[in-house]
């Protein structure tokens, strides 16, 4: 019998929302993960960027 695998790896994750200060309320909100980055800057950089089309394409920015 084969022993069993482990892999173990970071997940690098960002919650991001978004406020209308003037309404004192959140607009909108998301959640970007990476696995296993490498480079967190970089990373971090990309998932920036994908947030922010994301909010554009629902409208809110």
């Known amino acids: 019998m084969a022993a069993p695998e482990?892999?173990?790896y970071d997940?690098?994750?960002?919650?991001?929302?978004l406020w209308d200060i003037r309404?004192?309320?959140a607009v909108w909100s998301g959640i970007s993960e990476s696995t296993?980055?490498?480079?967190?800057?970089?990373v971090t950089q990309e998932l920036a960027e994908a947030l922010i089309a994301k909010m554009k394409e629902d409208k809110v920015l």
């Open 36 to 42: 296993d980055p490498k480079d967190v800057t970089k």
């Open 6 to 8: 482990i892999h173990a």
């Open 23 to 25: 309404r004192e309320q």
């Open 11 to 17: 997940v690098l994750t960002i919650e991001s929302t």
